[in-house]
């Protein structure tokens, strides 16, 4: 079955950097764009961007760009996120989801804790 | 760019009652492009409706999606235990995504 697995909780200081994977199976690799969505603690939804994992292109939430990075393994299947300059107010939980042509997230990884903490 | 309001913040039901989730866009959406998600507390968002009106797989028939241009509606007709959750609606438009804020459906 489709399942897309990330790794557990991170807890970094304020200006570092984070990368988050995203390993997908179970599904062509290259035939799904592949986003992140954070959801800061007792918040609602934030896009965050996407990687399309055929070719490498990606675009970001315009809050983003400069400090982020999505980029792809095809010999893994898997996609990351990098975001760096990191504060306090990047803690959330970044999900991965894949991406269907006609617009549905139709499968989400568990989730990933990114903790900005002195 | 798009923004979707969603109403009310929350709505107090009690099982077995019915549920009206409005998402109003400012500006008219393609209606290929409206979806729902539940989420409950510690999990992932999860896939209800797209298409404005299709339900996913797995999702039973007491939840149906509706609506077009700027006012869409998600309707639970027959709340269950397992319906009491945080519902978002979503759109994308040129590959940049929106959300809408959520409504909570909380046991009454």
């Known amino acids: 079955q489709v399942m897309l697995m990330q790794p557990g909780p991170e807890v970094k200081k304020p200006g570092a950097s984070v990368r988050v994977s995203c390993t997908t199976s179970?599904?062509?690799?290259?035939?799904?764009?592949i986003h992140w969505v954070r959801q800061a603690p007792g918040q609602g939804l934030e896009w965050v961007g996407f990687?399309?994992?055929?070719?490498?292109?990606?675009k970001y939430a315009r809050k983003f760009q400069g400090r982020l990075t999505m980029t792809r393994d095809a010999s893994t299947s898997t996609v990351y996120m990098e975001l760096s300059g990191l504060r306090f107010d990047d803690t959330a939980v970044y999900y991965c989801?894949?991406?269907?042509?006609?617009?549905?997230?139709?499968?989400w990884g568990q989730g990933t804790l990114v903790t900005v903490s002195s | 760019e798009i923004v979707l309001t969603q109403s009310p913040g929350t709505l107090s039901l009690s099982p077995g009652e019915g549920a009206t989730l409005s998402c109003r866009a400012s500006?008219?959406?393609?209606?290929?492009?409206l979806a729902w998600y539940q989420q409950k507390p510690g999990q992932a968002p999860r896939l209800v409706i797209f298409?404005?009106?299709s339900r996913a797989t797995d999702i039973p028939d007491r939840f149906s999606g509706s609506g077009s241009g700027t006012d869409f509606t998600l309707s639970i007709s027959r709340l269950e235990p397992e319906d009491f959750a945080v519902y978002y609606c979503?759109?994308?438009?040129?590959?940049?995504?929106?959300f809408g804020g959520g409504t909570r459906v909380e046991i009454k």
């Open positions: 989801a894949r991406h269907r042509s006609i617009n549905q997230f139709d499968c």
């Open positions: 179970g599904y062509t690799f290259s035939s799904y764009y």
């Open positions: 990687v399309d994992p055929n070719r490498g292109d990606s």
């Open positions: 500006q008219s959406l393609s209606i290929s492009d």
């Open positions: 298409a404005a009106s």
């Open positions: 979503q759109y994308s438009e040129n590959s940049v995504v929106t």
